[in-house]
């Protein structure tokens, strides 16, 4: 049986003590040198393993958080307005931020509007969200239970999910939307739009706010 003790008095002297078999060797080493071996001995690199598709950033802090963005790769989604079901409801470009810790558990998630690019860049143009639930960009799940995240890449079908959740009134406000309409106007105009009309007539510039701010407001909470 091996023991190894490392003592570092007031004066920065540093001494190891490694016991073998019951027999005690102690030795002396400079301060730069315990350093450099504790920095050998560090694993560098983070796995992320599979990320999902369309992903647009990814950031691990100290404790195991991890923050993710990505795209929604549709521009038609099912959503509900309190009790009335809009199928292939057209959307503007999305996307989603989550933060996820050790546990898989998603604690955050983000909701923005992009410009109509072909090629996101992180200086592509914000837009505000035009319906309820998103404040900013922080999107408020209420009361619902997100799914454990047991892979990183199954946060593809998140937003789906999220989509899918009934909508109210919830941080909803007509500035977000050119025509100044209502909430329920609002979904009975666009229903049977196409999603290039929200470029043109809907949607209100997040000003001075671009795709590389979105993914670092997210990160930092």
């Not at 996820?100 to 969200?129: E, H, Q």
């Not at 990183?152 to 909508?167: D, E, K, R, V």
Request: one cysteine or more; glycine letters at 8%; hydrophobic letters at 35%.
């Amino acid at each position: 049986m091996s023991e190894m003790v490392i003592k570092i008095n007031e004066s920065g002297v540093v001494s190891v003590e490694e016991t073998v078999d019951g027999i005690k060797r102690v030795k002396l080493i400079e301060p730069d040198g315990l350093i450099k071996c504790i920095s050998q001995s560090l694993t560098h690199g983070i796995s992320t393993g599979l990320l999902p598709g369309g992903c647009l950033s990814y950031i691990q802090n100290d404790n195991g958080d991890r923050g993710i963005s990505l795209m929604f790769p549709d521009s038609k989604a099912d959503i509900s307005y309190y009790e009335t079901l809009y199928r292939d409801f057209p959307l503007p470009k999305l996307v989603f931020s989550f933060r996820v810790n050790s546990d898989g558990r998603v604690f955050d998630c983000g909701l923005g509007v992009t410009a109509d690019d072909k090629v996101l860049k992180p200086d592509t143009k914000m837009f505000r969200y035009p319906f309820s639930n998103v404040s900013g960009f922080r999107l408020c799940t209420g009361n619902n239970i997100l799914p454990k995240c047991k892979s990183l890449n199954t946060l593809a079908s998140l937003p789906y999910f999220i989509l899918s959740m009934p909508n109210n009134n919830d941080h909803f406000t007509p500035r977000n939307n050119k025509p100044g309409l209502e909430m329920r106007d609002l979904l009975e105009h666009l229903k049977d739009k196409e999603p290039e009309y929200y470029y043109s007539e809907i949607l209100v510039p997040f000003e001075g706010v671009t795709l590389n701010d979105f993914i670092n407001l997210r990160n930092a909470g």
